[in-house]
């Protein structure tokens, strides 16, 4: 049900993502900076596309869903700097029926997409920052969450 975690490094320019939103498509895109080739796609329910290079580093996110608000959202206390590299999926496993939760609090500063039931951060979560801003939220070795923090300026006008 989702990206299988093959390895966690406390550096990696691979592993660096950073959040945009173009407000010209409503689409938000999470992504790494380095320029490499695009090799696989994995399909979250029609609303989160990832993108993985042929190592399972990701390249590039969509979230093509509007969020919904969620106050209760918080940055995580306790998250390690570094990235995460992934199994890359059976082309079979390509595409994912899984409920996708994509929220934000009032003010629009944070973001979080949930795959699969909503997530426990009780139960053995480990957060791995990955920018300023991205943070990646493991759980039985699998992305459970994405959070996005926008700072000052928020997501939204």
Known sequence: MGLNVAKMSTTSSYGELHASYDRSVKIMSISNPLAREWAYSINFDNYVIIDLDAQGWIMNIDLLVKPRLNDQLAIPNLAQHGGVQFHVPLATERFVATPIAFETNQTRRIVRV???????LTQQTQSIKTSEQVYLQIQHVQLRAILVDFG???LWD
């Open 152 to 154: 000052q300026k928020g």
């Open 114 to 120: 949930t795959f699969g039931p909503m997530l426990d």
